[in-house]
């Protein structure tokens, strides 16, 4: 419907007087035309009088507008809502009438931006989870067109590294420290397992730190000891004050065996040591344990082959033994063989032995009446 027009009304009086007349002309004679026909000229000539008017006052307007806010609300579903640490990719569904456009977009720094990020009608958006580097959970949200929707990520699980992983303290004792590294955020404790170490700070942390400890005298033998820092093992090895030191530290022994000379042992009062033998053909026969000063015996069987070379380890010290090769098999020739002597007896001419070195022989008569004389 037009709406109303504004008119100058001083224009309008012709008009108007011109469509009077035009009602108020009779008709003289019907014998010329029909009256509607006699009407036609003088209306058209009004009409076009009032038609600009008339349409100069009549206007209209048509505004397109979209889909309304009501009509256009999404509903949003994510497949995963949840992620391990090690991250991952998931999907929203976007559900909305066929000609609603959308945007979108991650509400969290962490998150990769969706994609696609706009759309119309439903669809599905693809977004990434990064792996999470920190040792607590964490949260983030898909916005479309503002609805939103979340999704949750696991924490880090922590690690801890320790530099360096063992230390060596003499024996009047000391101290160290060792270097923790991990994640912040990443709590941890150090402890002692032995008596003598000691943690003198350190004993909690988060994140990268630094544990000390203290390792008291040794007075006695060799010991190894740990500390558990952050779950991980150190330890800590120190030597002993007992000056262990044993005389001679080798032997020869020959093919036939036999018992070895005594091996001296010194050490400090109270500092305990053992003998032990490496070889099954070398026996330890007395010292197998002892207490400051001592000695060791030992024996070595019969060598039935090739030279051959053995241990001890005396007060933690290694005693070596060397043994001769067993001799060569003995063979024996005589020269002559036989003599023939006259019936008035006498001396016979002597027999030469042929054999190897180191191969005994003896002679004997077999009869009364023959001596050996050398």
Known sequence: MCSSPSIDRAP????????????????????????????WPRLLQALALVGPILMGGCTSSSTSTGPSPAKCQVSLEAVPTSFVAGGGTGTVSVSTQPECAWTASVQTSWM???????????????FQIPANPLPVARRGEIDVNGSRVSVTQEAAPCAFTLTPTRESIGADGGSGTVAVAAAAGCAWTAG????????????SGSGNGTVGF????????????????????????????????ITPTGQSIGASGGAG???AVAAAGGCTWTTTSGEPWITV??????????????????NPGAARTGTLTIA??????????APAACTYTIMPAGQSLAAGGGA???????????????????????????
């Not at 009077?20 to 026909?37: C, F, H």
């Not at 002692?192 to 004993?203: D, E, F, M, R």
């Not at 026969?285 to 019969?302: C, D, E, P, Y």
């Open 192 to 203: 002692s397992n032995a008596p003598w170490i000691t943690v003198t700070s350190g004993a």
């Open 316 to 325: 933690g010290r290694t005693f070596t033994v060397t043994q001769a090769a």
């Open 12 to 39: 309008a009086r012709p008009l108007l007087t011109a469509v009077s007349r035009l009602r108020a002309t009779p008709t003289r004679t019907r014998a010329t035309a029909p009256s509607s026909l006699r009407c």
């Open 285 to 302: 026969t007395s010292g197998a344990t002892g207490s400051g000063n001592g000695t060791v015996g030992f024996s070595v069987a019969a």
């Open 348 to 374: 016979g001419t002597p027999v030469a032995v042929a054999a190897a070195a180191g191969c005994t022989w003896t002679a004997a008569s077999g009869v009364p009446w023959i001596t050996v004389t050398s």
């Open 261 to 263: 000379a005594p091996v």
């Open 214 to 245: 203290a390792v008291a005298a040794n007075a006695g033998d060799a010991r190894t000891g740990t500390l558990t820092i952050a779950g991980q093992t150190f330890t800590v090895a120190q030597g002993d004050d007992c000056g262990y030191t």
């Open 112 to 126: 990769s931006e969706p994609s696609p990020t706009s759309g119309q009608g439903t669809g599905q958006v693809t």
